[in-house]
């Protein structure tokens, strides 16, 4: 129904920067709220940013000022703009959205597969 396909990790030295971003296709009626997670190895998953087609914009507090999130409504593509990187960002990125397929009267949580950030000291 709707898949979601990130790119742009890599390998990145302490202090250079990474854009990910987070292409949203399918049968898709609506999107609402778009994000990134992310899991580091033995950690939980935790949010690091979402904004809502509105432009609206939350981010774990750890992260303002070094991380952006932004979109493109036409492409239903999402954007995770992060500077200043350090050892402690490597995790796996996951892309997320909620969204309502074609058909659907249902707004539905969707995840991507993961793009792999490290980050090397």
């Known amino acids: 129904q709707v898949q979601l396909v990130e790119s742009g990790g890599g390998l990145v030295q302490a202090g250079g920067s990474l854009r990910l971003s987070c292409v949203a296709s399918?049968?898709?009626?609506?999107?609402?709220?778009m994000g990134w997670y992310r899991q580091a190895p033995g950690k939980q998953r935790e949010l690091v940013a979402s904004i809502l087609s509105g432009g609206g914009t939350n981010y774990a507090d750890s992260l303002k000022g070094r991380f952006t999130i932004s979109r493109d409504n036409a492409k239903n593509t999402v954007y995770l703009q992060m500077n200043s990187l350090k050892p402690e960002d490597t995790a796996v990125y996951y892309c997320t959205t909620v969204a309502q397929p074609v058909g659907s009267p249902l707004y539905t949580h969707y995840w991507g597969q993961g793009t792999q950030v490290t980050v090397s000291s």
């Open positions: 399918g049968s898709i009626f609506s999107i609402n709220v």
